[in-house]
């Protein structure tokens, strides 16, 4: 939901319209709001993240991720989806583009500005006015939604709670007290005087829960969408929605602002970073504002992808023959780097050829059919927390007193336990140094964030592994018989 649907500014005549697929709660006065299957004319797509349309007399800004793009050429009634193009770097600058000259009334970031103050004063009222706008839906998901649902325990178990809400209540008390930051910089008589880059700052490291929710938000769908086959959630939630007095959007709409929000961001502040000048006191915190959010998105959507390949990695296990131990996604959640190598365990020992898969926090040790090389039988797994990684010098190594080339070694942290791997190259050898490497940094980055797999993705894998393996067997025994 995070990636460019189309990208480039409009022209030529050609009328480009877009369908939504999924509600839009508005949070400010420039965003267009609309349900799944309203149409909205598209009159700049040059942002890849937010778009500006039209809806009947009303424009705004909208997330380009929420509509499926169509294009009519001129009289033609032939309708094809565009798909994957992107911006190119002259259309977007500095992370945000150039608004269409017809929408006179918002804050067009191409437009010739007269009043460079007023035009920061505008972008800081904007962004105030959304931070106390989103504050509200917040509290009308965890008060009219969430504590109610808790009320139900006839309808709601606390799993079923944890993959519908995640951490909605912490993002509401992460966001209150950001917002409470934001309101003491807030200069009410020259709002072009305020000074909030260093709000943004200063709770850099609290944004990175949005990673859990924005993780967690495909099976809150999925959740939703099995709970509302059946009426007596379509009117329970419904009457959450009227008791609170809420808008009349669904509440996967709801649910779905703060990933809205996480993602837009990086939008306002390269706003705000334009209609500053660099002798402003907060230029340089804006800047680093910005380069701080943009980082935190782009790794949420990193973290989201990881997620989205956890099937293939079950896929994987499961053809593995003669596997032992817990699943691999129980700690793990990407492939790092793959490759056949030699490999001795201790001193004197023989060496034998293994094909290594390099997970973050483990190994996985395979070993290659004598016939058919393309099956592979497990061999065992290296807990890589408990190592160290060792460069090996060509030569005679003491440890294991036999000559080696392009070799290094893996250390046990607790023991003397000693192991050494021989590549075919030189290449290789530095590929696999540099894959342990990455596999630190990413293991050291997911745990600054708290990322890993829920148990509810846990046990959807965990039958993608059976199911594999179900059909596996089946396929083997109709080959014998």
Request: glycine share 6%; proline share 2%.
């Amino acid at each position: 939901w995070y990636e460019v649907l189309g990208g480039s500014k409009l022209g030529g005549g050609s009328i480009v319209s877009a369908e939504a697929v999924w509600d839009h709660v508005t949070m400010a006065d420039r965003e267009l709001a609309f349900k799944a299957g309203d149409v909205i004319k598209v009159l700049d797509a040059s942002n890849k993240d937010w778009w500006w349309g039209q809806i009947d007399d009303e424009e705004g800004w909208f997330p380009a991720s929420f509509v499926r793009l169509w294009v009519n050429q001129e009289e033609s009634t032939t309708v094809e989806t565009v798909e994957g193009a992107s911006p190119s770097p002259s259309e977007v600058q500095n992370g945000h583009a150039e608004a269409s000259p017809s929408s006179s009334d918002c804050l067009c970031l191409g437009q010739t500005v007269q009043n460079r103050d007023q035009m920061r004063a505008n972008v800081i009222n904007e962004i105030m006015s959304t931070e106390r706008h989103y504050i509200k839906h917040l509290k009308d998901i965890c008060e009219g939604y969430f504590r109610q649902c808790k009320k139900r325990r006839d309808m709601f178990n606390d799993d079923q709670l944890r993959v519908i809400f995640g951490n909605i209540e912490d993002i509401y008390r992460f966001q209150m007290g950001f917002v409470r930051d934001l309101e003491k910089q807030y200069n009410t008589e020259e709002p072009h005087l305020s000074e909030i880059g260093p709000c943004f700052l200063e709770h850099q490291d609290g944004f990175w829960i949005y990673s859990e929710y924005c993780n967690n938000h495909v099976d809150a769908c999925m959740e939703l969408s099995r709970l509302m086959k059946d009426g007596r959630y379509q009117h329970f939630f419904e009457a959450c929605r009227l008791v609170q007095q809420m808008i009349d959007i669904a509440i996967d709409g709801f649910l779905l602002t703060p990933v809205q929000k996480i993602c837009k961001y990086p939008l306002q502040l390269a706003e705000l970073l334009k209609y500053t000048v660099q002798e402003h006191s907060d230029y340089r915190y804006v800047a680093a504002a910005l380069a701080v959010m943009r980082n935190v998105t782009q790794q949420i959507n990193e973290r989201k992808r990881r997620l989205e390949n956890i099937d293939k990695i079950a896929q994987w296990q499961a053809s593995v023959l003669d596997w032992e131990g817990d699943d691999i996604l129980d700690r793990s959640t990407e492939l790092v780097y793959t490759g056949e190598m030699s490999w001795i365990y201790q001193p004197y020992g023989r060496s034998q050829t293994r094909v290594f898969f390099l997970f973050d926090h483990q190994m996985v040790l395979c070993k290659k059919d004598l016939i058919r090389r393309d099956i592979l039988y497990y061999k065992g797994r290296m807990d890589m927390d408990r190592y160290n990684l060792v460069d090996a010098v060509d030569g005679r190594d003491d440890d294991f007193n036999v000559s080696v080339k392009n070799a290094f070694k893996l250390s046990n942290k607790d023991s003397d336990e000693i192991h050494i791997f021989l590549a075919k190259k030189l290449e290789e050898k530095l590929r696999w140094l540099k894959a342990f490497h990455e596999e630190r940094k990413m293991v050291q980055e997911d745990e600054k964030i708290g990322f890993e797999i829920s148990e509810y993705q846990k046990r959807q894998a965990a039958m993608t592994v059976r199911r594999m393996t179900k059909q596996k067997g089946k396929c083997t025994l109709s080959q014998m018989s």
